[in-house]
């Protein structure tokens, strides 16, 4: 096709008069950084749309024009593709300042989308302030490394006194005691900086937590839905017929890791009455594979022995979830005597073999290992005829009741 045959690309109109302070300002710049990508509406929608952010040309056209904000990952997705056109390197001040201005657009018009870059600006400082714990740990260890040594030099050098004058053995006396003032120091620091190493890796742990909250809301808010288990059902549903498996399936995970289990398992059936029976698999092997084991045992606990749901689940487990999880979900039947429990968890484990390694140094899966060979040969020999059958768990003295 010759230049003259391609199409005209039209310019976007300009933006309405009405429109002003941080929304505008944001637009503005989104303009700019469009110019200089150089790509057609078209294309520019289809390269910043992935990971479960779906932008099409009607969005990016109400992106441009202030009607809506970008997601905070499109300022970055955005200058790369400016960078790259113009070949040239991405300045991180450059990314940091549309994303300020993105985030003032987004105090105004969606406090949903302003709390998400709150909560981003807020993770980026907590692993800057982690990245500096971890180096200064590793720093007062160096140190400690070379006290020690420096006492064992001086240590050393006075275990022949006759080798040395008495001034010398002064000095070699001071060296050392000198050493070992500082070596409790910094063990006194590093113990310290590892708890406040260990409290960074908690606020991690709560943010992300809150963070992936909120990213579920802001997925179901973006397809339509709302925040209850119908709106969730509604919009993954939407985005299936509309072949947007990936935004569906972020909304699955992300779902899966705040809600509680219940809520999980009973949308998972409102999957199954739709015959969505692949979503309905989905967000179970999310929610085995993402949880805390501990979460899953509680529902569990409450649950009727024979329910569909907790079968089901079961099955979902044994299948899917790390074997690290299936010895905790272990250990917690043990610390509270639910052999009930236990023993469908290992029974499971049998009916759909499962590789539980050896030698991980972990207690628990070892413990899990073993417990599985036991219930592998009661159910052998055939000695589950009862509620009396007592399968032995190497954690314990005791056989517990099965």
């Given at each position: 096709m010759?230049?003259e045959?391609?199409p ?6 300009p933006?309405?008069?009405r429109?002003?302070?941080?929304e505008r300002r944001?637009a503005?710049?989104l303009r700019?950084?469009?110019a ?5 509406s ?10 479960g ?8 056209s109400k992106?441009l ?6 997601r905070r990952?499109?300022?970055a997705r ?5 960078a790259?056109?113009e070949?040239v ?11 300020a201005l993105?985030?003032?657009a987004?105090c ?5 989308q ?5 909560l981003?600006t ?8 982690r990245?500096e714990a971890?180096q200064?740990?590793a720093?007062?260890?160096?140190d ?7 006492r064992?030099?001086?240590e050393d050098?006075l275990?022949d006194?006759a ?7 002064r000095?070699?006396?001071e060296?050392?005691?000198?050493a070992?003032?500082?070596?409790a120091?910094?063990?006194d ?5 590892g708890?406040?190493?260990?409290l960074?890796?908690r606020?991690?742990e ?7 909250a ?6 179901v808010?973006?397809?339509g839905?709302?925040?209850d ?8 549903v939407?985005?299936r017929d509309?072949?947007?498996?990936a935004?569906a399936?972020r909304?699955?995970?992300?779902i899966?890791?705040?809600h ?6 009973r949308?998972?059936?409102e ?6 029976f692949h979503d309905s698999?989905?967000i179970e092997?999310?929610?085995v594979?993402?949880r805390?084991p501990?979460?899953l045992?509680?529902w569990?606990s409450g649950?009727s022995r024979?329910?569909k749901e907790?079968v089901?689940?079961?099955e979902s487990?044994t299948v ?6 299936l010895?905790r979900?272990h ?11 236990d ?5 499971s484990?049998?009916?759909?073999p499962?590789a539980?390694?050896?030698g991980t140094g ?5 413990d899990l290992?073993?417990?599985?060979d036991v219930?592998?040969?009661v159910l ?6 009862g509620?009396?059958?007592q399968?032995?768990?190497?954690a314990?003295?005791e056989p517990?009741?099965?």
């Open positions: 010759s230049r045959q391609m005209a690309r039209r310019g976007l109109a933006l309405d008069e429109l002003q302070g941080p944001c503005e710049r700019e950084l469009r200089r990508t150089g790509l057609s078209e294309d520019l929608a289809e390269r910043l749309s992935g990971d952010i779906r932008v099409d040309r009607t969005r990016l992106f024009n202030g009607r809506e904000v970008p990952e499109i300022a955005l200058h790369a593709l400016a790259q056109c070949g390197e991405v300045h991180a001040e450059e990314v940091a300042a549309t994303r993105m985030y003032a987004a105004v018009r969606s406090p949903l302003a709390r998400e870059f709150e981003a807020a993770r980026e400082d907590l692993d800057r302030h990245a971890v200064e740990l720093d007062l260890q160096r400690l490394h070379d006290e020690r040594k420096r064992q030099d001086a050098a275990e006194l080798l040395h004058s008495r001034e010398e053995v000095a070699l006396t060296e050392r005691d000198t070992l003032d500082r070596i120091q910094l063990e620091q590093i113990r310290q900086a708890a406040v190493l260990r960074r890796d606020d991690t709560t943010l992300d937590r809150i963070t992936r909120t990213h579920a809301e802001l997925a808010w973006e397809s839905g709302t925040g288990l119908a709106g969730i059902c509604a919009a993954v939407y985005l509309a072949d947007e498996d935004a399936d909304i699955i995970e992300q899966a890791l705040v509680p289990v219940g809520d999980i398992v949308l998972a059936n999957f199954r009455s739709l015959g969505r698999v989905k092997h999310s929610l594979r993402s805390k501990v979460d045992f509680h569990f649950e024979w329910s907790r089901r689940l079961l487990m899917v979830a790390p074997v690290e999880h010895a979900l250990k917690a039947c043990t610390d509270h005597g639910n052999g009930d429990l023993f469908d968890l290992l029974s484990i049998v009916e759909r499962r539980v390694p050896e972990d207690e628990w899966v070892e290992r073993r417990s599985v219930t592998k040969q052998t020999e055939g000695a589950v005829a509620p009396a059958q399968v032995v768990s190497a314990g003295s517990v009741d099965r």
